[in-house]
C-alpha cells in the first residue's frame, strides 16, 4: 500500500492573512520599544523643566527678599543720609484714592 500525500492548496487570501500575522509580530515588540523610548525620552525633559521652574523660583523669591529689604524704611534713611539728604516728616504727604 503507497501512502497518498495531498497537498493542501494555500489561496492568495490565506498568503495575505500569514503574512500579515507575521509582519504584526515582528513589527509590534519593535514598535512597543520605539514608544516606551520616546515616552521615557518625555518623562526626562518634563523632570528637568520642572528642576528649571524650581530654581527659577527660588530666584525669584531670592529677588522678591531683595527687593523687601532695599525699599525698607530704614534702608531708605541710609541711602538718603550717604547722599547728604536728610528726613524730615513733616515735608511727608500722604495721598489716597477715594472711591
Known amino acids: 500500500m503507497k ?49 528649571e521652574i524650581d530654581e527659577q523660583k ?5 529677588l522678591a527678599m531683595t527687593i523687601d529689604e532695599l525699599a525698607s524704611l530704614t534702608k531708605i534713611q541710609q541711602v538718603a543720609e550717604e547722599q547728604g539728604l536728610s528726613y524730615n516728616n513733616n515735608n511727608i504727604k500722604s495721598v489716597s484714592e477715594d472711591n
Not at 500569514?18 to 526626562?44: D, E, G, M, R
Open 3 to 51: 501512502k497518498v500525500k495531498k497537498r493542501v492548496k494555500i489561496s492568495k487570501f490565506e498568503k495575505l492573512l500569514y503574512t500579515l500575522a507575521v509582519f504584526l509580530l515582528v513589527v509590534s515588540p519593535v514598535s512597543i520599544v520605539f514608544s516606551k523610548a520616546t515616552l521615557a525620552k518625555v518623562n526626562f525633559e518634563v523632570e528637568k523643566q520642572k528642576k
Open 58 to 62: 527660588k530666584t525669584n523669591e531670592s
